[in-house]
């Protein structure tokens, strides 16, 4: 039998017998999100692997042409559905995740955490996206994947496939960034538009990318679940520096320190 009256003198036990109850709430919360965060993180890194393996083994094929098809022409490969002005828009939209872009919105989101003398925030956004656009570069040379050659490409292109740097480029920094935000900011409609823009724009560049011809579906759908489960690392990586003083938060007082 465990010695209770040792337990029950354990520090980390006394602070959570002082909390009121709504604080003990949002603590547990804030214990099941992370539990959810890694989990997230696990299956996108599980669903990343699966598809790889069947990329490797050539089994993709029939899904990536049906989908990649799906968006010209009938007949006309060289075609993309809709008029004009849709095909210029996903020009226009596939440019913000590009390296250019992501890397001035970085240091742009970066330049305002320093002025809001949040110094400690503002350098693991750095860190965590640039490390982040590291991993998919050397993804892609790992793979190798050649570019798809079934459909007339809308915009140029140089580096490999798999997976797609925009589609993971995208979901690295916007969820990533969305995710640092919103760890410290404390409104919620606040953190929910946050995130809300970062998904929208994370989905929206990777379709771009099959719309233009220049990735293979597959491609991005590897892209989203790299990229996701990385933001949700950096996510509870924030959460735990946070919580040891590390990084500065706006979020509500209330959550005892990690117990040890």
Do not use: N
């Amino acid at each position: 039998m465990p010695d209770l009256a040792r337990f029950t003198s354990l520090p980390a036990f006394q602070r959570l017998a002082r909390l009121r109850p709504r604080d003990l709430t949002r603590w547990a919360l804030s214990e099941l999100s992370v539990l959810v965060a890694l989990t997230g993180a696990a299956l996108g890194l599980w669903i990343f692997a699966s598809i790889a393996d069947e990329v490797v083994e050539g089994e993709t094929h029939g899904f990536d042409e049906t989908v990649l098809l799906a968006f010209r022409a009938p007949g006309d490969p060289a075609d993309p559905l809709g008029p004009r002005w849709l095909e210029i828009m996903m020009m226009d939209i596939t440019a913000l995740g590009s390296t250019t872009v992501l890397a001035l919105i970085t240091l742009m989101v970066t330049g305002f955490l320093v002025v809001d003398r949040k110094r400690s925030a503002a350098l693991f956004v750095l860190a965590a996206t640039v490390s982040g656009g590291t991993l998919s570069y050397l993804l892609k040379l790992g793979f190798e994947r050649p570019r798809p050659d079934l459909v007339a490409h809308l915009v140029d292109v140089s580096t490999m496939s798999f997976p797609s740097g925009h589609a993971m480029g995208a979901a690295v920094t916007y969820l990533t960034l969305g995710a640092l935000i919103v760890r410290t900011e404390a409104k919620r409609r606040l953190k929910a538009y946050v995130i809300g823009i970062a998904v929208a724009l994370t989905l929206i560049i990777g379709l771009s990318r099959i719309y233009l011809g220049v990735h293979w579906p597959t491609d991005v759908l590897a892209g989203w679940c790299a990229g996701g489960a990385w933001a949700l690392l950096c996510w509870t990586l924030a959460l735990i520096l946070q919580r040891r003083g590390k990084i500065e938060t706006d979020a509500p007082a209330g959550e005892p320190p990690p117990a040890g």
